[in-house]
């Protein structure tokens, strides 16, 4: 496949597509009224009339309430969802809108509403319509950003959210064959300008492909470099759970899982790949901490310290004085007596209060 084949997308290439979904009692099909959700939306409902038996299909629209346009979108979807035989809701964010990022907080709200759709109509997955296009786009973005093989791995073509599969079927399908799906079905859709819009990174990084293309650097290179990076991710993963029950066996008859923290053996520790005791810390710190994900340039070079605290602890040359203390994410990582703890870091107090 090309990075534009405008071939439309045959009943057998979707019903292969959407092969794994077949069994579900309901889907809900997130459709904004862009082209590629509205060819998910057709392509779904072609491949359900073909199948004697199959899942229930629910289409929703979110409207954020941010556009002026969005509410008559939504009611443009309904009636294409209508006359595809689909039942079609729209739902509202009627939260509190933040000043600052406001696209993840949008996307945030816009994910938990289709999972409580799902949720509420007995839908085992929530599809999206996120294309080939859209994997190399985030596989740019993370790279620009310098991010680790966990970012780089891009999206994944199922994750979990509140007992919700979040399925993407599309994750390989070039855009072109979408729009050229869709211009076979006579069906029109709405241009959203701001996925043209320079105020956004997406759309630049966007306008940047042509030239990454004419160097090799075309989408299906992207997207497969992101497929390869992931698998070497769910390697490393496996590699850090088998690490993390051999401490625990070295700690068998301690409680290396006490009082909400986690501790660790340092000869032990400082044996593994550091990779895998980057991940170990990282893990350990958002299981304890109280503050989010940690980052993971933190996490690095507190690495980093404790790595050279160890060292200093159990080399030949050790002085067994060197111990540490540090909070990051709310954890409190500590070393003493050749064991690293992490513990929940103490509340922070406000200086000077009464
Ligand atoms: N308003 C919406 N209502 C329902 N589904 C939506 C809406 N917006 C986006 N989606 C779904 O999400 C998919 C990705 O959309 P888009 O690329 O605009 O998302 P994004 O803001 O980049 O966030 P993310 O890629 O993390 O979902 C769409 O193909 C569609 O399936």
């Known amino acids: 496949m090309s990075d534009d084949d405008n071939s439309p997308i045959s009943a057998a290439a979707a019903k292969a ?5 077949r069994g579900a009692p309901a889907l809900v099909l997130a459709v904004s009224g862009g082209p590629d959700s509205l060819a998910l939306m057709w392509l779904a409902a072609r491949w359900r009339r073909s199948l004697a038996r199959g899942p229930k299909l629910i289409v929703v629209t979110v409207d954020h309430g941010l556009r002026k346009d969005a509410a008559r979108e939504a009611r443009e ?35 938990r509403l289709l999972v409580k759709v799902a949720r509420a109509s007995g839908a085992t997955h929530v599809l ?9 786009e985030t596989l740019l973005m993370r790279l620009l950003r310098g991010s680790g093989i966990v970012g780089l791995s891009a999206m994944a073509r199922i994750t979990q959210r509140d007992g919700v599969a979040l399925a993407r079927p ?11 799906t869709l211009a076979r079905a006579k069906i029109g859709f709405a241009d959203d300008p701001t996925n043209r819009d320079p105020a956004f990174t997406r759309p630049r990084l966007r306008a940047l492909l042509p030239a990454l293309a004419a160097e090799g650097g075309n989408v299906r290179n992207l997207a497969r470099l992101a497929a390869r990076l992931a698998r070497a991710n769910a390697a490393v993963d496996v590699l850090a759970d088998g690490a993390e029950r051999f401490l625990a066996l070295r700690d068998r008859d ?5 009082a909400g923290g986690r501790s660790f053996e340092a000869s032990s520790f400082a044996a593994l790949p550091e990779e895998v005791r980057l991940r170990l810390l990282l893990r350990a710190i958002d299981a304890v901490g109280h503050e989010g994900p940690a980052e993971l340039g933190k996490v690095e070079a507190l690495l980093a310290v404790l790595d050279r605290a160890v060292a200093d602890e159990t080399g030949p040359r050790g002085t ?4 540490i203390k540090q909070t990051l994410a709310g954890a409190l990582v500590s070393l003493s007596r050749g064991r690293i703890q992490i513990v929940p870091a103490p509340a922070r107090r406000v200086r000077g209060g009464s």
Do not use: C, N
Not at 130 to 135: E, L, P, S, V, W
């Open 17 to 21: 597509l959407f092969a794994e979904l």
């Open 77 to 111: 979807v309904k009636q294409l969802a209508r006359s595809l035989d689909l039942t079609h809701r729209t739902m509202r964010w009627t939260g509190a809108k933040p000043k600052t990022g406001l696209p993840a907080a949008a996307r945030d709200a816009r994910y």
């Open 128 to 136: 999206t319509a996120h294309t080939r296009d859209d994997q190399a």
């Open 170 to 180: 599309f994750l390989d399908v070039p855009k072109s064959q979408l729009i050229a």
């Open 254 to 258: 301690r409680l290396s899982h006490h």
């Open 320 to 323: 067994g004085h060197i111990s």
